[in-house]
């Protein structure tokens, strides 16, 4: 399994990123996929998450109405459009295999190496 996520950044408060992340080594489309960040200091949290066809999406609260999940199932490809981004998204996000552990989601055992956002104020 590889995860390579692009995309992060130096943005101000307010700006825009779009979150990028290439996946190999496993049948794609059969799963559900999801970003995850951490901030320093912090354990790693549920961003967003898009079922293995791309009919439902899920979103920690305080992201819902700001982000948005997409993939694309024939490049292997999931994205994450960030809008009005807050000094508090300042993290590592990771995409990842997602499961189901009620009342979030938690990641596969194997991940990349991330992508830094950082939001100054």
């Known amino acids: 399994v590889q995860l390579v996520e692009s995309g992060g950044g130096l943005v101000q408060a307010g700006g825009s990123l779009r979150l990028s992340c290439a996946a190999s080594?496993?049948?794609?489309?059969?799963?559900?996929m999801g970003w995850f960040r951490q901030a320093p200091g912090k354990e790693r949290e549920f961003v967003a998450v898009?079922?293995?066809?791309?009919?439902?999406?899920y979103y920690a609260d305080s992201v819902k109405g700001r982000f948005t999940i997409s993939r694309d199932n024939a490049k292997n490809t999931v994205s994450l459009q960030i809008n009005s981004l807050e000094p508090e998204d300042t993290a590592v996000y990771y995409c990842?295999?997602?499961?189901?552990?009620?009342?979030?989601?938690?990641?596969?055992?194997?991940w990349g190496q991330g992508t830094q956002v950082t939001v100054s104020s």
């Open positions: 898009i079922t293995y066809s791309g009919a439902t999406t």
């Open positions: 990842n295999r997602a499961r189901a552990r009620r009342p979030t989601w938690v990641g596969a055992e194997s």
């Open positions: 080594g496993f049948i794609f489309s059969n799963f559900d």
